[in-house]
Nanobody, 126 residues
Framework: QVQLVESGGGLVQAGGSLRLSCAASGIIFSFNAMGWFRQTPGKEREFAAV????????YYADSVKGRFTISRDYAKNTVYLQMNSLKPEDTAVYYCAAVRGAYSGTYYPESVYDYWGQGTQVTVSS
């Protein structure tokens, strides 16, 4: 069984920072990549960032590029999302997700991901 558990969400003022964590347990060696998505009420879940588990390559949505940084810690089986210069439009539930097995396509669609966390709320006040 694979479990992804997010933490680190909360309330922050515009311009502030938060760091989200996603701790993974289970068959970690099968992971190809881990990413972060976000969702606001009434909207589809959207891609934010992804990091490949072995090579450490990173990809970002244009909306967060230059402000968010995704990283991983092998020893702790954890992925982080450092969010700086937060804006009210960053308010959302943030989900951690993982891709299993061999994969070489685009990481943007949520259908690519096999495992999901329960989500953590991030609220940015103006």
């Amino acid at each position: 069984q694979v479990q992804l558990v997010e933490s680190g969400g909360g309330l922050v003022q515009a311009g502030g920072s938060l760091r989200l964590s996603c701790a993974a347990s289970g068959i970690i060696f099968s992971f190809n990549a881990m990413g972060w998505f976000r969702q606001t009420p009434g909207k589809e879940r959207e891609f934010a960032a992804v990091i490949t588990w072995s090579g450490g390559s990173t990809y970002y949505a244009d909306s967060v590029k230059g402000r968010f940084t995704i990283s991983r810690d092998y020893a702790k089986n954890t992925v982080y999302l450092q969010m700086n210069s937060l804006k009210p439009e960053d308010t959302a539930v943030y989900y951690c997700a993982a891709v299993r097995g061999a994969y070489s396509g685009t990481y943007y669609p949520e259908s690519v991901y096999d495992y999901w966390g329960q989500g953590t709320q991030v609220t940015v006040s103006s």
